[in-house]
């Protein structure tokens, strides 16, 4: 039998790692218009789909059985409904796989960018974007040899001080679509989901095109990200799918007093410049809140 801490609603189970992975959260592997608000501080890409805009290179292919392997024998890697479909890119040498081995160098230039100049703080910050930090472990009963769910991820409030220190936001903005993708899809991958439901909604494609619209496209602080997020995750968290009328009204009404700077941060309204975070989140809440009712047995995603 699961514990309490993973005994929520179905509601629950897809916006509370949502409203977290909402930066770190693409929910159904949304085919995303890329149109931003009015208020966005940069334009969007083009209408494109979540795959395209990011041009991962792998192996996906078309309907059927056949592997990619087999598909390049038969001569298909040449085909154009085979290249315009970009299936198995990778097999049929059309792009370059992301290299690992060039993570630390990239996200050192992005920290250099950055103003981030401490060498302990680089060594944190890499470890804790690769999804190796030890520091996570601080919530969790695991032993060291096991890995944290993302759930358990999302329960620590390491995770977020972590983000606000490592300036997530601008590392963001100073890096290529193409590696936070790579990124947060290492990221899963050293922290899968417990729950084979939520592994299907966390899709690596999804939360990359949230992080990039919340803190590159739209707009929103690392600071927003801190404040408000644990807010919206534990409200969401406790929501009762019966009771789905105040579930907006208590969304609206978040506020959060940043420490740092003793200013105020609510939901709704600007900040030192940045749109609201419900503008952020926009996109994604609405995909949400169309699709929570799919699943109303917790069960679902066990």
Known sequence: ?????????????????ASLLILLSGVFAIEVSATSSSSSSAA????????????????KKPSGRHSCEEQKAWGKCKEEWFVRGNYCRKTCGKCVPFDPKTVDLKLAAAMRQCGLES???????????????SELRIHSKLTSEESLSIEEVLESSSFFETMKACKVDCLVKSSSDNFVHALVENFLEKHPSKSKKLAEIFTADGISRIILDFFKYVGCSVEQFVAIIPKLYR????????????????????????????TTITYTSEYEGHPSVSTCLAKSLRTLLNSVRDCRDYHCYN
């Not at 969007?44 to 192996?59: A, Q, T």
């Not at 968290?237 to 907006?248: A, G, I, K, R």
């Open 1 to 17: 039998m699961t514990s309490n801490k993973y005994k929520v609603s179905s509601f629950a189970c897809k916006l509370s790692a």
């Open 44 to 59: 969007s890409p083009p209408l494109l789909s979540v795959r395209s805009l990011f041009d991962v290179c792998d192996d």
């Open 119 to 133: 060498k302990k703080t680089k060594d944190t910050c890499i470890a804790a974007l690769k999804g190796e930090s």
């Open 235 to 262: 409200i969401l968290l406790e929501h009762n799918v019966s009771n789905d009328n105040d579930l907006l009204f208590k969304m609206y009404q978040i506020e959060v007093v940043d420490e740092d700077t003793n």
